[in-house]
């Protein structure tokens, strides 16, 4: 074989290797780019979670600083807790997500 040959197949080599690089990388981007996606909707449940967390804590001061006690019962304890609910939930769907990507 010769010389120019030889260039010619390491030259081939070359850019069917970049090709497969490209394509790969191409597809890492994206998926690095839904998992950013999905953590920063975490992040905003999360803060929703706080708030909601506050709002909790807020009421039952409140009710403690009457001297009355807090039950599940109470109407605006119970609205709260039905609002974290589902932001729990729905913080732990976008963790499993998250975890389910990490892995491919």
């Known amino acids: 074989m010769g010389f120019s040959e030889r260039m010619k197949e390491l030259l081939d080599q070359g850019v069917a290797a970049s090709k497969e690089f490209a394509v790969k990388a191409g597809a890492k981007a994206q998926d690095l780019g839904e998992r ?9 449940l999360e803060g929703q979670a706080k708030k909601l967390m506050g709002r909790l804590g807020a009421e039952v001061y409140k009710a403690f600083e ?28 976008k963790e499993q997500e998250i975890r389910s990507r990490g892995q491919n």
């Open 66 to 93: 009457k001297g009355s006690s807090v039950s599940f019962g109470d109407p605006e304890i119970s609205a709260i807790l039905g609002e974290i609910g589902p932001v729990k939930e729905a913080i732990e769907k």
């Open 36 to 44: 950013g996606v999905l953590m920063l909707e975490m992040k905003q």
